[in-house]
């Protein structure tokens, strides 16, 4: 099959089973690489469907400016989108975007907008939607995105990997564990699997101060995890439980999915790798467990594996200046109370 573009080419991302780094009896977890995507992460997904369904419903037309806040991922998507539809970007961005993210988004001919300012959460996400009006005030025929309440954002995943999963896997799965941010793309897996899998259990992977499922703000250094609002598509009947990792966790994780299973990730799939080894007590056996890796290593190469950034956050962790948060599980419906320490 020959594209039409670089956008045609994402999904159909291969699942991966990782036996290397979850040996346990009776216990399979399942992966979904989305880092494979051609833009490198999910967000391929949302960026390719809003922008897709906008032209088609004349929400987004010729010489329409898109404009976005975003940790990095989405952006990328967005300008490459972007790029080969004809319309201009914005990007609204904070310190924490990795470097590397950030030459992307400029090398695929968006604009740059960066907020130096924290919230009143100790993050930077209520600044840039404040940076987000604004420029929508100023840039005649603009439009904001906002995957925190853009619908089609949750149906991309819908459609999109939910979809595929179905089409892929050789059985039934018992357990779906997926970070959020935005919750586009945990509620719109779990919506898809349900159908086919009434009885799945919904676990969220969130950072340690995030605010999302109300617990108390702090800052975070890892992007594509946690938010410092909730998000509007966010519908938490939906979800079982909820795991909270630091960004210490994190990083560990990552470095143990690539020592074990040579997959070179993004924090957030540390993330999930660490909340599934918290969980690991208390799941049935037999037991299978899916999960999603939203994005690659190598936008992280000046974090997660720059060795003196590292050594930072472990001595920040060392000297008491960052606490690890309490190894609960976190069951929202009552259907799984758990210490996992």
Not at 54 to 82: F, K
Not at 105 to 130: C, H, N, P, S
């Amino acid at each position: 099959m020959v594209h039409d573009s670089v956008v045609s080419c994402v999904g159909n991302t291969p699942l991966v089973r990782l036996s290397r780094l979850f040996p346990h009896l009776g216990l399979d977890v399942i992966a979904k690489l989305e880092l494979l995507n051609p833009g490198g992460s999910v967000k391929d997904r949302p960026a390719r469907f809003i922008v897709e369904e906008g032209l088609r419903d004349g929400s987004i037309r010729p010489g329409t400016h898109l404009i976005e806040s975003t940790s990095g991922n989405l952006g990328i998507a967005l300008a490459m989108n972007a790029k080969i539809n004809g319309l201009a970007f914005t990007c609204v961005v904070d310190p924490n975007i990795s470097e590397t993210n950030l030459r992307i988004i400029k090398l695929l001919g968006a604009r740059i907008d960066m907020v130096e300012e924290k919230d009143d959460q100790g993050g930077y996400l209520k600044t840039r939607i404040r940076r987000v009006n604004e420029l929508l005030e100023e840039i005649p025929g603009s439009i904001w995105v906002n995957q925190y309440a853009n619908e089609n954002n949750m149906q991309s995943h819908y459609r999109g990997e939910g979809e595929e999963v179905i089409r892929q896997l050789d059985g039934p799965i018992d357990c779906l564990v997926v970070g959020v941010s935005t919750s586009g793309t945990i509620l719109g897996l779990a919506r898809r699997l349900r159908d086919r899998f009434p009885n799945l259990r919904v676990v969220a992977v969130d950072a340690f101060g995030s605010v999302i499922f109300g617990t108390a703000p702090r800052a975070r250094q890892l992007p594509g995890i946690g938010a410092s609002r909730t998000p509007e598509l966010l519908r938490p009947e939906e979800i079982d439980e909820v795991i909270h990792v630091s960004d210490w966790e994190s990083v560990q994780g990552c470095h143990t999915l690539l020592a074990k299973e040579g997959i070179f990730a993004g924090g957030s799939s540390g993330s999930v790798v660490a909340a599934i080894q918290k969980m690991i007590p208390v799941f049935p056996r037999p037991y299978r467990v899916l999960t999603l890796f939203p994005d690659r290593g190598d936008r992280y190469l000046d974090m997660v594996y720059d060795e003196a950034w590292v050594s930072s956050l472990r001595r920040e962790v060392v000297d008491g200046a960052y606490s690890l948060p309490a190894r609960e599980v976190v069951g929202l419906n009552q259907s799984l109370k758990v210490n996992a320490s």
